[in-house]
């Protein structure tokens, strides 16, 4: 049993509160990171990122904070049965140390698992945001029974408060419905996310296996066999890419898929590299021309397959000044004229889905806000049915201001003391000046008595002396 052990369970959900506020904070854009930190192993400056650097200072002003309320609250239970409403604030306020020290306070876990670097959006976990409203809570309630105290309020006070509350919650529920368009917004991206990267990682496979027939076949000198050996890994990143990388990183044109590695005029590269593609789908997917209105498509197998519809939502650009149309509809071995087309399209889709999916990423900040300073309204909805229920405007008049004749008395006292202090002050300086001028008085008789024993022993010595 020691002193730590008794704030155990007050300040593990402060230190969880600092955690909360902080990464609330990163992730809404206020820098809340240190780039140096002292290293444990020396005296040495370590650079990098550490979010532990700014926590003393938000964990000691939500201890003064803390310590603050713990005031606010006994004050407002003294207005509600004055030393019983206190006696009764000490046995709830101190029963959660006591029972840590007795080792009965449940060991609860209010700092966060991870932290997420500019994570917009994150406004960290429930167990560190419940202290936050528990404070809020309870700062709401003490404030508005103490001004219920001071200032006499009424029923009149309790209607007009009420305007306010539904309002609020009017407005909560309004945030409901803008968390459910969120996550509308959200889906959205990670669907459009989900087909880019199949459509990468199904053309991948489909590269993978032109790239074995150019190596058997020795066409590694054919510009769409250098394409395929170059374009795998690109291939490959936006397959594995997410939602939040995809739109800022993926191809703009077709140029940045067909010719990935340069920046000169490629379109008569891009012409040859689609032209060899397109023979070669002709040769492992033949299509057979049995009449003028009727043709047979190479059966679907492992080779050759239907390229999926929502791989073909855009037309390819035309080659040789011919949009191939039909490419849905027939099977081929390498997809690249459907799915190219979609990868460079669903990047701008992209783009423009994540537009209203950061601003309601930062809209859960607003959001974060909002709760903390609807716990203050709550707390004083709740302090108003105290009100009620403890009749604090129907008391007799002797009994209202009860805080009021509490710091009068303080006041009274205080002054007392002071008063008191001051006459002792005066009586000790009076005294001291009364023992200085006796002291004063008997040193200047002694001196003057040595003064004169001192003349009548050299009277006595000159009449001494013969004549």
């Given at each position: 049993m020691s002193f730590h052990t008794f704030l155990v369970p007050y300040i593990e959900p402060l230190l969880g509160a600092a955690y909360n506020i902080q990464q609330a904070a990163e992730g809404y854009g206020v820098p809340s990171l240190n780039g140096f930190e002292a290293d444990p192993a020396g005296p040495a400056m370590v650079s990098g990122l550490s979010p532990r650097i700014p926590l003393p200072i938000l964990l000691g002003a939500l201890m003064v904070y803390a310590a603050f309320l713990f005031v606010l609250i006994l004050i407002a239970n003294y207005v509600l049965g004055r030393k019983t409403g206190l006696g009764a604030a000490l046995v709830v306020l101190l029963l959660p140390g006591t029972l840590s020290c007795f080792q009965l306070w449940p060991n609860i876990r209010y700092v966060p698992t991870k932290f997420e670097l500019y994570g917009t959006g994150n406004t960290g976990e429930l167990l560190g945001f419940l202290p936050l409203l528990g404070l809020g809570v309870l700062t709401g309630w003490a404030l508005v029974i103490i001004s219920y105290d001071i200032f006499r309020l009424s029923d009149r006070f309790r209607h007009t408060y009420d305007h306010f509350w539904y309002c609020c919650a009017i407005l909560a529920g309004v945030f409901f419905v803008?968390?459910?368009?969120?996550?509308?917004?959200?889906?959205?991206?990670?669907?459009?996310?989900?087909?880019?990267?199949?459509?990468?990682?199904?053309?991948?496979?489909?590269?993978?296996?032109?790239?074995?027939?150019?190596?058997?076949?020795?066409?590694?000198?054919?510009?769409?066999?250098?394409?395929?050996?170059?374009?795998?890994?690109?291939?490959?990143?936006?397959?594995?890419?997410y939602e939040g990388l995809y739109y800022k990183v993926g191809p703009e044109t077709v140029a940045d898929l067909?010719?990935?590695?340069?920046?000169?005029?490629?379109?008569?590269?891009?012409?040859?590299?689609?032209?060899?593609?397109?023979?070669?789908?002709?040769?492992?997917?033949?299509?057979?021309?049995?009449?003028?209105?009727?043709?047979?498509?190479?059966?679907?197998?492992?080779?050759?397959?239907?390229?999926?519809?929502?791989?073909?939502?855009?037309?390819?650009?035309?080659?040789?000044?011919?949009?191939?149309?039909?490419?849905?509809?027939?099977?081929?071995?390498?997809?690249?004229?459907?799915?190219?087309?979609?990868?460079?399209?669903?990047?701008?889709?992209?783009?423009?889905?994540?537009?209203?999916?950061?601003?309601?990423?930062?809209?859960?900040?607003?959001?974060?806000?909002?709760?903390?300073?609807?716990?203050?309204?709550?707390?004083?909805?709740?302090?108003?049915?105290?009100?009620?229920?403890?009749?604090?405007?129907?008391?007799?008049?002797?009994?209202?201001?009860?805080?009021?004749?509490?710091?009068?008395?303080?006041?009274?006292?205080?002054?007392?003391?002071?008063?008191?202090?001051?006459?002792?002050?005066?009586?000790?300086?009076?005294?001291?000046?009364?023992?200085?001028?006796?002291?004063?008085?008997?040193?200047?008789?002694?001196?003057?008595?040595?003064?004169?024993?001192?003349?009548?022993?050299?009277?006595?010595?000159?009449?001494?002396?013969?004549?």
């Open positions: 803008m968390d459910h368009e969120s996550n509308k917004h959200k889906s959205e991206l990670l669907e459009e996310n989900l087909s880019s990267r199949t459509a990468s990682a199904y053309l991948l496979r489909q590269v993978e296996q032109y790239a074995n027939h150019c190596t058997q076949d020795h066409l590694e000198q054919q510009a769409s066999c250098q394409w395929a050996s170059r374009i795998q890994q690109t291939l490959n990143d936006y397959a594995t890419q067909y010719t990935p590695f340069t920046r000169e005029d490629t379109s008569n590269l891009i012409v040859q590299i689609r032209t060899e593609i397109r023979d070669y789908n002709a040769k492992i997917c033949p299509v057979k021309q049995i009449d003028e209105n009727t043709h047979q498509l190479a059966r679907a197998s492992t080779t050759c397959q239907h390229v999926p519809a929502q791989f073909c939502r855009w037309y390819p650009d035309p080659l040789n000044g011919v949009i191939d149309k039909d490419l849905l509809t027939r099977t081929v071995a390498l997809g690249s004229e459907c799915i190219v087309k979609m990868l460079v399209a669903s990047r701008e889709q992209q783009k423009k889905l994540s537009i209203p999916v950061d601003a309601d990423q930062k809209r859960q900040h607003l959001r974060w806000l909002f709760f903390i300073a609807f716990s203050l309204f709550a707390g004083g909805k709740v302090a108003n049915a105290t009100a009620k229920l403890c009749n604090l405007d129907g008391r007799e008049p002797t009994q209202q201001r009860r805080l009021w004749r509490l710091v009068i008395r303080v006041y009274r006292r205080i002054k007392v003391f002071f008063c008191w202090v001051g006459h002792c002050i005066q009586q000790g300086y009076q005294l001291m000046i009364s023992r200085g001028h006796w002291a004063w008085t008997i040193a200047h008789a002694s001196i003057k008595a040595m003064r004169e024993k001192r003349a009548s022993r050299a009277n006595s010595k000159h009449l001494q002396e013969p004549q």
